[in-house]
């Protein structure tokens, strides 16, 4: 954030992404006639969200937000959060695809500097990967934070192995020349640096194994 002074900063920034994720229920029925009623285990869960004290200092530390100004943020993504997984909300959709656009979910790295700063447990990088989760089960895959995720999955579902030239084609697209180019400075270092990734990997021996596990994972 903006220091102004030594020890003060300008939370502008702050509220004006706050103020960008809708803070407020968006219920759609008619509204009861006394108070909303919501299954305790939800809230539960929800208070660990609703723990934040607004102190800012995910947003100080997080290291995407050094180098982009829309990324929306730990705190205001965290608070997002909250109305998207409040059964009481009727607009979880609607609200999980302004949030797949460019500077939301998908801009965070995960490098969990959120988690580590955060003095009430808010855990905001773990509420970014629950809505990640969320839209893809939604079929929210386009851009390139899904088509990550989508090939990642897909590779290692079917080799065992993460083929990490087939990851950048798959996600940037094999026809997408133009985006394809801007990556050939890092290939040519990456050979030169012999750490180019294989064009083809082998295949895990257990794979049978493998695809229990994905088996499982895909009934839940
Ligand atoms: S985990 Fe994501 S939101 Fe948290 S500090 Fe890192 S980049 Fe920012
Ligand atoms: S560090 Fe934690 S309490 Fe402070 S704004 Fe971020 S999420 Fe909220």
Known sequence: MPVITDLT???KPFWDKMHAVDPYLKPEEEAPEAEYIAPNEDMVHLVGVMNCIMC????SDCTVLEVKDNFLGPAALAKAYRFVADPRDDTE???LENLVEDG???DCT???QCVEVCPKDVDPMSRIMAMRANSLEKKMN????PRHANAF???VKSSGILNETLLIL???GFFNIIELIKLLPLAIAAQLAGKRPPFLSHSIKNKDKLKNIFKKLEKK
């Not at 800012?56 to 947003?59: S, Y």
């Open 153 to 155: 999955t897909s590779l």
């Open 56 to 59: 800012g200092a995910c947003v």
């Open 104 to 106: 939301g979910i998908w």
């Open 9 to 11: 900063a300008d939370f």
């Open 170 to 172: 798959k996600t940037k």
């Open 142 to 145: 386009k851009g390139y934070g």
């Open 110 to 112: 995960r490098c969990m």
């Open 93 to 95: 959709t609607e609200r």
